[in-house]
């Protein structure tokens, strides 16, 4: 149903007539397997462009079958994204694989696996073949098309296998969401005269496979298929049957003698390279032509019988300008009454002419749609230049009537930068047809969808300032410490997870190379730059892919540089496969060795790993990686070529492999005892772990870990403060009090199923997360629900860097059936339902585009979770109150958004903050906001696999928490009624810190502070000027007095609290250790700085003995009294109380706002040791700077 807004722009109200959530049948639940997407023959299945690439070998060797052929297929390439999870899913299927004959064979590079496909077609000219022969698929991101354009030429002028055929699957990403560039392959291929097929769904992978396969069988020419993020990344339910294509074979074109396929005499030598060459121009590609145009690739698609504009477009700018249309309120019939024609380009290279010509009769312009630089349009004219200019029709696409390559240049219509939106094509397609359309009412339809996409870029500009959540360093990465450098030193990056150091540790790490060049630019740099030396971080895949010839070039031209090779047991980039081949640190270390390195140094997380050091080169040393700053300090002085082996396991792989129960879970966790605590980030600082996160207490924001996501690197407990607590043995608390009551009708009894929206139009999803919290899990089970109940679903994940703690976004659509389904992308304006798992993500221009008001409803999880780069800064606010109103806004009100802290509940009831973005599942679905029923929810989680029974039970307390969020509140955390609330009035700050400095040190101590307080308020009072100066010395001065010495940490750490602390985190027999660096015998790193070192429990009993001690503070037998810290600390005391006389003496209204400033400078004095001496220094500077800026106003007052 739909009616009309205010601004005359199309709402969708999707509940009405729509029917209670019904039971489906029992036999289409239990019917459907996860293996039905490799071994079913008819129906429909539920698959990604990824596994329709797995499937599609299996579906030729059952069509060669069928056609009484025995043929084999191998499959060979490199990773990269979008193809990121390819090697991965053809591993898991290897079984299917081998049942069709299908080798998988990873290449090391791109352009050896491109060469190895090459062989696959040449195996019957060397002798008999095992089979009639072998169809072969090569695959690699789109830099690595760049690597391979030799092996391309070569291949595809040397001809395919009469009964074999080469697809080459390029991973283009036309946007640089996950690249050091934005790239496109189309010209490329066109430049080795290779066929392009450019699919636009994940049916058509399988389809335009088939076809890609069959062409190159016939032309011998090898065989493009563009894969892109919004086709490959994406899931939809599709047609089964591998023999729904009918391939067409040319009968009326004219072969050459000997055929088109490899024959012996195509070896590239002489006359016969020229023989190739003229094959290829005047047979093999006019052969691809004459397959497209026999079996109709490219057609029509909208035809109309007067139409005067027309519109071409190939992949996903076809899909793009379908749903440009529907935008636009211009379905199939109005655009053939309006006079507009569509044609889909299936091979947008070589552009097959005769269906050209056959579309552009008639009109008096062409639109060519297509992202980054022209490939359709610059043939489309090529191929209409020479018509009659009074039938010619006008081409137009990236550029306006003027045109390219004129002075001044033309307008843009649609650019080649990056890529476009949908919305972006609407505005051309508007701008294009307006002169077309007559009837009043839909000019009047049309401009009103083009005022709203106005209003719409009006409110992104809202969300521009919102925070960005950037890629970042999983927990407990080794890269948070293997990518510094020493001071002074500089490191460079290349291809690999290191690559984000330079965003992360800019000051550290500059510029970047394509893969496999890591080191050589300062071969060109290194006679003209000042700098004696750098550091150049080289991945352990990237040193197997082609790194390691980097490191000869940088050996043969004697430069200075150190190679950080870090040796993770993962290609962590792309999903933690193994390195394609066996590599292992001592054939590193052997392997530069023989390269004639002579400085090679080994840094490890564990020494006992190398206890025997039989495989490693002699002249090796090996370290501990707290050694990493020492070892690199003695690198750089190193004349030549120097090696840094660090071998330290990918973190998101430890986890990995935990789970699996392949790598050793060692009961040891770090805990933070916020109230030693000083909230300086020093630990984040330390080891960049996103797992660090604030809390915000009575005394000031401190810090916290997360151990759900700690992933025990144990970097943290460097950071320079005693708060650091080290847990053995024992284990998490899963459950907290009363959740073991889940189930039971004493706290909640049977739910009500809500009401579910209709999808008699596609009912768009969007889901906003952080990158691995499981939020692409969650649009995979809408997903497969969909599938189960029998209707249309298309899932397209949008991840690129972000898997790493970034931003992720997820869009899915749901209708009666797959064809009622276009574009993957949900369109400015067109979203229903924005499931926002993390605020910060939600609240970004890309998901607040797709908010509508009318039509679009929130669900969004409240919790506040820092971005990573929190780590280095420690006073990052959440800008909580401003994301919530933008997107109230742009729903249409508060009416229409729901928030909830669900991690957490979530965490409170289920033990880890995994369980959240279930949790929010079923809130939403519970809201009867999504059109999916339980039994098809609960039944994907099941095929699911992974915490089936956790994530059910998290789905439920969603479902609760939207039926009485208080309730479910009480039960996961029973004991809130007591948490201390935020002290808003002077007089509950005074007293709560009064109390506590009683307990510091005796009342008398706490009466100095009170009446000093007193005397700032009696001053600001007789004045009139409120109390804002008042509630800043009562908690700065509170600061400087409770400062944390030796006795107060002991007695924070002896008064119950953090036993308490202890005890409702852990449970069975545990221990504790406390690292500490006390000033009196604690060693000193080469900065000069204290090292901590770990103490046993009989600390507990030293804390005791100490915090009774707390009577010597300050007296003439306190011993840590006379260390410099403590007398700097004593000597701030009595500065901020000489600063605030005289702030009182000469305070005045327009004085105030600086005294204020003024007075709340030691708030950020924190730390302990060289931390706060750091603090104290910028203290100090910002206190001069803002006394001259009093004295300033002083002499201009008078």
């Keep these: 149903m739909s009616v009309t807004t205010e601004n005359g722009s199309a709402a969708f109200v999707r509940n009405a007539g729509a029917a209670p959530s019904t039971p489906l049948e029992p036999s289409r639940l239990t019917s459907v397997s996860l293996d039905d997407k490799y071994t079913a023959t008819s129906g429909a299945i539920f698959l990604s462009g990824i596994q329709a690439l797995v499937r599609l070998p299996m579906m030729q060797r059952l069509r060669d079958q069928a056609a009484g052929l025995n043929t084999a297929g191998f499959i060979s390439g490199y990773r990269g994204s979008p193809l990121g999870g390819l090697d991965e899913n053809l591993w898991k299927a290897k079984k299917q694989l081998e049942a069709h004959h299908v080798q998988f064979v990873p290449g090391v590079n791109e352009d050896l696996a491109a060469t190895a496909v090459w062989g696959s077609q040449q195996v019957d000219l060397i002798g008999p073949a095992k089979y009639d022969g072998v169809f072969a698929m090569w695959y690699g991101k789109g830099p690595g098309v760049d690597r391979c354009g030799d092996v391309f030429k070569h291949m595809n002028h040397a001809g395919t296998s009469k009964l074999g055929g080469v697809l080459l699957v390029a991973g283009d990403d036309h946007g640089a969401y996950s690249s050091t560039l934005p790239h496109q392959s189309d010209h490329l291929f066109s430049a080795s005269m290779i066929p392009v097929l450019y699919p636009c769904n994940v049916q058509e992978y399988l389809d335009l496979g088939i076809h890609g396969w069959a062409m190159s069988r016939f032309s011998g020419c090898t065989v493009a298929f563009k894969a892109l993020a919004d086709t490959v990344e994406s899931s939809a339910s599709i047609d089964a049957d591998p023999f729904r294509v009918e391939v067409k074979i040319p009968q009326d074109f004219i072969m050459p003698e000997g055929g088109l396929n490899a024959r012996l005499s195509s070896i590239p030598l002489g006359q016969q390279a020229r023989n190739q060459e003229a094959l290829m121009q005047d047979y093999k590609i006019y052969a691809a032509l004459a397959y497209a145009r026999e079996n109709k690739l490219n057609h029509t698609t909208i035809a109309s019988p007067n139409a005067k504009l027309g519109i071409i477009a190939s992949g996903k700018s076809y899909l793009d300008v379908l749903e440009a249309l529907e935008e636009l309120g211009i379905d199939e019939q109005m655009a053939a009454d309006v006079g507009m024609r569509l044609f889909k380009v299936a091979m947008p290279w070589p552009l097959e002419p005769d269906s050209v010509r056959e579309f552009a009769q008639g009109l008096d312009e062409i639109l060519v749609v297509e992202e980054k630089r022209q490939i359709v349009e610059y043939q489309l004219k090529e191929q209409l230049y020479n018509w009659r200019d009074d039938v010619r029709p006008r081409v137009i696409g990236k550029f306006d009537e003027k045109g390219e390559w004129v002075a001044p240049r033309g307008e843009w219509l649609l650019t080649s930068k990056a890529d476009f939106s949908v919305s972006q094509v609407a505005r051309v397609i508007a701008s294009r047809i307006a002169r077309l359309i007559s009837d009043p009412v839909t000019c009047d339809l049309i401009k009103a969808r083009l005022s709203f996409l106005d209003a719409k870029d009006a409110v992104l500009k809202k969300a521009v300032n919102t925070p960005f959540r950037p890629a970042f360093y999983c927990s407990g990465c080794p890269h948070n410490t293997s990518t510094k450098v020493p001071d002074g030193s500089l490191a460079l990056a290349g291809i690999g997870c290191h690559v984000m150091a330079t965003s992360i540790y800019p000051e550290m790490n500059k510029l970047t190379t394509h893969m496999g060049g890591e080191g050589a630019p300062w071969i060109g740099q290194a006679a003209f730059s000042e700098?004696?030396?750098?550091?150049?971080?080289?991945?352990?895949?990237?040193?197997?892919?082609?790194?390691?010839?980097?490191?000869?070039?940088?050996?043969?031209?004697?430069?200075?540089?150190?190679?950080?090779?870090?040796?993770?047991?993962?290609?962590?980039?792309?999903?933690?496969?193994?390195?394609?081949?066996?590599?292992?640190?001592?054939?590193?270390?052997?392997?530069?060795?023989?390269?004639?390195?002579?400085?090679?140094?080994?840094?490890?997380?564990?020494?006992?790993?190398?206890?025997?050091?039989?495989?490693?080169?002699?002249?090796?040393?090996?370290?501990?990686?707290?050694?990493?700053?020492?070892?690199?300090?003695?690198?750089?002085?190193?004349?030549?070529?120097?090696?840094?082996?660090?071998?330290?396991?990918?973190?998101?792989?430890?986890?990995?492999?935990?789970?699996?129960?392949?790598?050793?879970?060692?009961?040891?966790?770090?805990?933070?005892?916020?109230?030693?605590?000083?909230?300086?980030?020093?630990?984040?600082?330390?080891?960049?772990?996103?797992?660090?996160?604030?809390?915000?207490?009575?005394?000031?924001?401190?810090?916290?870990?997360?151990?759900?996501?700690?992933?025990?690197?144990?970097?943290?407990?460097?950071?320079?403060?005693?708060?650091?607590?080290?847990?053995?043995?024992?284990?998490?608390?899963?459950?907290?009090?009363?959740?073991?009551?889940?189930?039971?009708?004493?706290?909640?009894?049977?739910?009500?199923?809500?009401?579910?929206?209709?999808?008699?139009?596609?009912?768009?999803?969007?889901?906003?997360?952080?990158?691995?919290?499981?939020?692409?899990?969650?649009?995979?089970?809408?997903?497969?629900?969909?599938?189960?109940?029998?209707?249309?679903?298309?899932?397209?994940?949008?991840?690129?860097?972000?898997?790493?703690?970034?931003?992720?976004?997820?869009?899915?659509?749901?209708?009666?059936?797959?064809?009622?389904?276009?574009?993957?992308?949900?369109?400015?304006?067109?979203?229903?339902?924005?499931?926002?798992?993390?605020?910060?993500?939600?609240?970004?221009?890309?998901?607040?585009?797709?908010?509508?008001?009318?039509?679009?409803?929130?669900?969004?999880?409240?919790?506040?979770?820092?971005?990573?780069?929190?780590?280095?800064?420690?006073?990052?606010?959440?800008?909580?109150?401003?994301?919530?109103?933008?997107?109230?806004?742009?729903?249409?009100?508060?009416?229409?958004?729901?928030?909830?802290?669900?991690?957490?509940?979530?965490?409170?009831?289920?033990?880890?903050?995994?369980?959240?973005?279930?949790?929010?599942?079923?809130?939403?679905?519970?809201?009867?906001?999504?059109?999916?029923?339980?039994?098809?929810?609960?039944?994907?989680?099941?095929?699911?696999?992974?915490?089936?029974?956790?994530?059910?039970?998290?789905?439920?307390?969603?479902?609760?928490?939207?039926?009485?969020?208080?309730?479910?509140?009480?039960?996961?955390?029973?004991?809130?009624?007591?948490?201390?609330?935020?002290?808003?009035?002077?007089?509950?700050?005074?007293?709560?810190?009064?109390?506590?400095?009683?307990?510091?040190?005796?009342?008398?101590?706490?009466?100095?502070?009170?009446?000093?307080?007193?005397?700032?308020?009696?001053?600001?009072?007789?004045?009139?000027?409120?109390?804002?100066?008042?509630?800043?010395?009562?908690?700065?001065?509170?600061?400087?007095?409770?400062?944390?010495?030796?006795?107060?940490?002991?007695?924070?750490?002896?008064?119950?609290?953090?036993?308490?602390?202890?005890?409702?985190?852990?449970?069975?027999?545990?221990?504790?250790?406390?690292?500490?660096?006390?000033?009196?015998?604690?060693?000193?790193?080469?900065?000069?700085?204290?090292?901590?070192?770990?103490?046993?429990?009989?600390?507990?009993?030293?804390?005791?003995?100490?915090?009774?001690?707390?009577?010597?503070?300050?007296?003439?037998?306190?011993v840590f009294g006379y260390t410099a810290e403590r007398k700097m600390e004593r000597a701030l005391i009595v500065e901020y109380r000489e600063l605030l006389a005289g702030l009182l003496v000469n305070l005045t209204a327009d004085k105030l706002a600086t005294c204020v400033e003024l007075a709340s400078l030691p708030e950020k004095i924190r730390g302990f040791g060289h931390v706060k001496e750091a603090a104290v220094d910028t203290y100090r500077k910002d206190k001069a700077r803002l006394l001259a800026v009093l004295a300033q106003g002083s002499k201009s007052a008078a």
């Design 531 to 1118: 700098l004696p030396h750098v550091f150049q971080n080289l991945g352990d895949g990237t040193y197997f892919h082609s790194g390691y010839l980097a490191i000869r070039a940088a050996q043969a031209a004697k430069v200075n540089i150190t190679y950080k090779i870090l040796y993770n047991d993962a290609v962590a980039m792309t999903g933690g496969q193994p390195v394609d081949g066996l590599i292992t640190v001592p054939m590193m270390a052997q392997q530069v060795a023989a390269e004639g390195i002579a400085r090679i140094a080994l840094v490890t997380e564990d020494l006992s790993r190398y206890s025997d050091r039989s495989n490693l080169p002699a002249h090796l040393t090996l370290h501990d990686r707290k050694d990493m700053d020492a070892v690199q300090r003695e690198l750089r002085e190193v004349q030549g070529v120097s090696v840094l082996i660090y071998d330290q396991t990918c973190a998101a792989e430890k986890r990995r492999r935990r789970k699996k129960g392949e790598y050793p879970d060692v009961a040891k966790r770090m805990v933070i005892n916020d109230a030693v605590c000083e909230g300086c980030g020093d630990c984040g600082v330390q080891s960049n772990c996103v797992s660090i996160l604030p809390k915000e207490t009575e005394f000031g924001r401190k810090r916290t870990i997360d151990q759900s996501s700690c992933n025990k690197d144990y970097s943290c407990a460097k950071g320079f403060c005693p708060s650091f607590v080290t847990v053995e043995g024992g284990s998490l608390k899963k459950t907290k009090t009363g959740a073991s009551k889940a189930g039971e009708t004493d706290n909640f009894g049977p739910l009500q199923d809500p009401v579910l929206p209709a999808c008699d139009a596609p009912y768009n999803i969007l889901i906003n997360g952080i990158g691995g919290t499981g939020v692409i899990t969650v649009g995979a089970l809408m997903g497969m629900a969909a599938h189960l109940e029998g209707k249309g679903a298309s899932v397209l994940d949008m991840t690129g860097m972000s898997q790493k703690n970034g931003s992720v976004t997820s869009h899915v659509k749901i209708a009666r059936s797959p064809a009622h389904i276009r574009a993957q992308r949900i369109a400015t304006g067109e979203a229903d339902l924005i499931l926002g798992c993390d605020m910060l993500t939600a609240g970004a221009q890309d998901a607040v585009s797709k908010m509508r008001p009318g039509r679009s409803l929130a669900v969004v999880n409240l919790h506040e979770q820092p971005p990573g780069t929190f780590a280095q800064n420690a006073d990052w606010q959440y800008p909580t109150a401003e994301v919530r109103q933008l997107i109230e806004e742009s729903v249409g009100g508060a009416d229409a958004a729901d928030f909830i802290d669900a991690t957490k509940l979530a965490t409170a009831l289920m033990g880890d903050s995994i369980a959240a973005n279930l949790f929010m599942l079923g809130y939403a679905w519970q809201k009867g906001r999504i059109p999916l029923t339980e039994a098809a929810l609960l039944r994907a989680i099941e095929l699911n696999g992974v915490g089936i029974e956790s994530n059910k039970k998290s789905f439920l307390w969603g479902r609760r928490a939207a039926v009485d969020v208080r309730k479910v509140t009480q039960i996961a955390t029973p004991s809130q009624a007591i948490l201390v609330q935020m002290p808003q009035s002077l007089d509950s700050v005074i007293k709560k810190r009064v109390e506590f400095l009683t307990a510091y040190q005796n009342a008398a101590y706490a009466d100095g502070y009170a009446t000093l307080v007193k005397q700032v308020r009696d001053r600001e009072n007789t004045l009139g000027l409120g109390q804002k100066l008042s509630m800043a010395v009562a908690k700065s001065y509170f600061k400087l007095l409770a400062y944390k010495d030796e006795y107060e940490v002991a007695r924070l750490y002896t008064d119950g609290r953090f036993v308490e602390q202890l005890q409702q985190q852990f449970e069975g027999n545990f221990s504790v250790k406390f690292n500490l660096a006390p000033p009196l015998f604690a060693k000193k790193d080469a900065k000069g700085h204290l090292v901590k070192a770990e103490f046993g429990s009989w600390m507990w009993r030293a804390f005791q003995l100490l915090a009774k001690a707390k009577g010597l503070r300050g007296g003439s037998f306190d």
